[in-house]
């Protein structure tokens, strides 16, 4: 038996009544669900900085590695190099040697510069790193309060939420594939989740815009699916929602 369109809104109707009591179950949770979401995205944040700065404090702790090596190595090239001007045969290797002894001296001054900086570096950033565990630790702290609140606002409409996601696939399965798809799609763009509205005294139910009178003609008619020309909804005759309604 061929399907008609008025059977097809009426399997639109019922699978909408379920979605929005669907809805009206998610709304009792607030704006829970966004700020557990968000203040766990700032906690990740605050990890993502403190792995940030001990890798920083790594790079500058090899640094300083890297400078207390270039003084050993400056060390024992002065030794080298002072034992060598013990051996001189004039002047002009005596000077040499002496230019050698003073760039390794400054070697050592401008590694000791560097290791000073590194160092002062590093203490910046562990008080960055303590400073963003405090800011981490009280984020956590009301994330943890959100969490047991949205927690218990769950298990309390767990069982009726469960029932009506079962209700709303097994619906699904009677609707029309394509209109199904524009059904999600008009729903997912809609303020208040309605994607099937009726037209009551000549305006669109969703957007409240006038809907021409032959447009209204042909939702009267149910010989095909009308579209709002202004906001995208599926129209439908305001006394066939009524009947539908007085059955339920």
Do not use: W
């Not at 070697?107 to 910046?124: C, G, M, P, T, V």
């Not at 309605?194 to 447009?215: H, I, K, S, T």
Request: glycine share 4%.
């Amino acid at each position: 038996m061929e399907i008609t369109i008025a059977d097809k809104l009426v399997s639109l109707l019922e699978l909408q009544e379920i979605d929005s009591r669907l809805d009206q179950l998610k709304k009792l949770r607030g704006d829970l669900p966004e700020e557990v979401k968000d203040l766990e995205d700032e906690v990740i944040g605050f990890e993502t900085r403190i792995k940030k700065y001990e890798a920083e404090i790594e790079g500058y702790n090899a640094d300083i590695e890297h400078h207390i090596q270039n003084k050993k190595d400056a060390d024992k090239l002065i030794a080298k190099y002072k034992e060598q001007q013990m051996n001189v045969r004039n002047n002009r290797e005596f000077d040499a040697i002496s230019k050698e002894l003073e760039l390794q001296e400054l070697e050592i001054q401008l590694s000791d510069k560097r290791i000073r900086e590194a160092e002062f570096k590093i203490a910046q950033k562990r008080a960055d790193i303590e400073h963003t565990n405090e800011l981490k630790a009280k984020r956590v702290a009301i994330l943890e309060q959100k969490k047991t609140e949205l927690e218990k606002l769950v298990s309390e409409s767990q069982e009726e939420e469960d029932k009506l996601i079962r209700q709303s696939e097994k619906q699904a399965k009677k609707v029309d594939e394509r209109l199904l798809k524009a059904y999600h799609r008009i729903r997912s763009g809609a303020k208040n989740g309605l994607a099937v509205v009726a037209v009551d005294r000549g305006a669109c139910g969703g957007c409240f815009n006038v809907v021409p009178p032959q447009r209204q003609a042909d939702i009267m008619e149910k010989q095909k699916i009308i579209i709002c020309e202004h906001c995208g909804r599926i129209l439908a005759d305001a006394d066939m929602i009524k009947v539908h309604r007085k059955k339920k």
